[in-house]
């Protein structure tokens, strides 16, 4: 395939008031027909030839961790594949983001690709904002699975409300991470919501501090395909890293920059 031939998505989505609205109360919402059957048929054989290639998990499922089993995660894509970044940097995605957390322009943090194996196992209960020093909590990831899903195959699950309790545990993703925050959501009594379905070019939208998980991949053949896309709104800075996982991110994804500094590296380019 060649870059003439990718299907355009600097075309706007509208998004209703209701659906800000509520993105805004729960810190989640679905959003179907983001992509049309053509655009990602197109993008998924892009992202999953880039994926395959840049893969670097080698060891059999059942000899990994919890975090291990959860998925197969290859992390910006768009540095690498000219295709990928036509989806990555996409003004369709990048509106749509600036529109749900009501700000004029979004930057890309990175992409990732995180394709549930066959068997693979549950996601645990996390918080995506606990791996970002930056003092803003106007962040949203995309989800986008790139063929229809089902929910027995590791949907994203949401934990509603949840974002407004805003930074709850100094943990990764682990089997701590998920005793600890499933305690936090009972006594809370948050709502626990996830779709039964996705279509492929559908895609979930949530804030960095919303509490989600996914259950495992129990299909015995079918590679759960879904393509992330972390937004941060322009003029995030950086803070101090509060963990060896916020330091890690300071230094490849932010370019090494400084706490107090713009997050504005050259790999966090502006969509909007």
Request: hydrophobic share 40%; aromatic share 10%; glycine share 6%.
């Amino acid at each position: 395939m060649t870059d003439f031939l990718a299907p355009d998505l600097t075309d706007f989505k509208t998004v209703s008031t209701e659906e800000i609205d509520s993105f805004r109360k729960d810190g989640h919402i679905l959003i179907p027909d983001i992509l049309n059957e053509t655009e990602v048929a197109y993008y998924r054989d892009v992202i999953n030839k880039a994926a395959l290639k840049f893969n670097t998990e080698k060891r059999k499922l059942e000899d990994r961790d919890t975090y291990g089993k959860a998925f197969l995660q290859i992390m910006n894509l768009w540095e690498v594949d000219q295709d990928v970044k036509n989806y990555t940097l996409a003004k369709r995605f990048g509106k749509i983001a600036a529109d749900l957390l009501g700000v004029e322009n979004v930057r890309i943090y990175h992409d990732q690709a995180l394709y549930k194996e066959p068997g693979g196992g549950f996601t645990p209960w996390h918080q995506d904002q606990y791996y970002w020093p930056l003092d803003t909590d106007k962040t949203v990831t995309m989800w986008m699975p790139l063929i229809d899903i089902t929910e027995d195959m590791g949907m994203l699950t949401f934990a509603s409300g949840s974002h407004e309790a805003g930074f709850i545990e100094n943990m990764p993703i682990s089997d701590e991470s998920e005793a600890a925050l499933e305690k936090f959501i009972q006594e809370k009594g948050f709502e626990i919501k996830r779709a039964k379905t996705m279509n492929a070019g559908d895609a979930t939208w949530h804030y960095g501090w919303t509490l989600h998980s996914a259950p495992g991949n129990n299909s015995k053949e079918v590679l759960r395909e879904v393509m992330t896309i972390i937004f941060i709104a322009d003029g995030a800075r950086i803070t101090e890293p509060q963990n060896k996982h916020q330091e890690a991110d300071r230094q490849r994804w932010m370019c090494g920059a400084s706490a107090g500094e713009l997050l504005a590296s050259e790999l966090n380019p502006l969509v909007l």
